[in-house]
Each structure stands twice: as structure tokens, then as C-alpha cells.
């Protein structure tokens, strides 16, 4: 199984990017997916998760300025973040897990990060 993570760059706060990450190897329609991140000097934090069901859950801290969704045609999970603020600067990982729920505390698979800096 392998999970690519992409999109990531240097941005001004208040601009949008959009991360994608594709999978092999994974019967990818009965997983959920999902995104995290890490800043430096800080733990990884969840982001966002969907489930194979297109049930969506976000971190409080992103709510209502990221969006998750999936392409099961494609085998792909998109991260479209908006409104960025430079407290959004950190290493984005994708990761899979077959429940949401688990997914959240202990993926299943990860994906290598995408960095991803927002200026002031």
C-alpha cells in the first residue's frame, strides 16, 4: 500500500491550496481516509477524515475553512483548504485506516508529508 501526498507550498494567509493524495494497493472504496499534520515542535494533529461512506469529520481548528472529499474512481483523496492562516504552517500526511473512527487515533497506513507554509 502506498499513499502519495501533494499540493503542498509556500502561500500568503488568506489564500487557498489544495492537497491530494493517491493511493495504490488499497481497495480504496472501503477505507476511510483521511489528513493530519505536524507542525515543528508540536504533536500531529487530525485534520480531517472521510469515510468510505462520505461521512466527514474535521478538527476543531479547521472547521468551516477546509474541506475534505474523495474520488473513488481516481483512488484520491483531496484536502481544499481555505482562508489559511500562518498557524496552518506544518507537514500534511494522508492517511487510511478501514473506520473513521480508528482512523482518527491509529491509521492503518500513512503517506509521506507535503509542506505546507502559510506567510503572514
Known amino acids: 500500500v502506498q499513499l502519495q501526498a501533494s499540493g503542498g507550498g509556500l502561500v500568503q494567509a488568506g489564500d487557498s491550496l489544495r492537497l491530494s493524495c493517491a493511493t495504490t494497493?488499497?481497495?480504496?472504496?472501503?477505507?476511510?481516509m483521511g489528513w493530519f499534520r505536524q507542525a515543528p515542535g508540536k504533536e500531529r494533529e487530525f485534520v480531517a477524515g472521510i469515510s468510505w461512506v462520505t461521512t466527514t469529520v474535521y478538527g476543531n481548528s479547521v472547521k468551516g475553512r477546509f474541506t475534505i472529499s474523495r474520488d473513488n474512481a481516481k483512488k484520491m483523496v483531496i484536502l481544499q483548504m481555505n482562508s489559511l492562516k500562518p498557524e496552518d504552517t506544518a507537514v500534511y500526511y494522508c492517511?487510511?485506516?478501514?473506520?473513521?473512527?480508528?482512523?482518527?487515533?491509529?491509521?492503518?497506513?500513512w503517506g509521506q508529508g507535503t509542506q505546507v507554509t502559510v506567510s503572514s
Open positions: 494497493g488499497l481497495t480504496f472504496n472501503k477505507y476511510a
Open positions: 492517511a487510511a485506516d478501514s473506520l473513521l473512527g480508528d482512523l482518527r487515533v491509529s491509521p492503518d497506513y
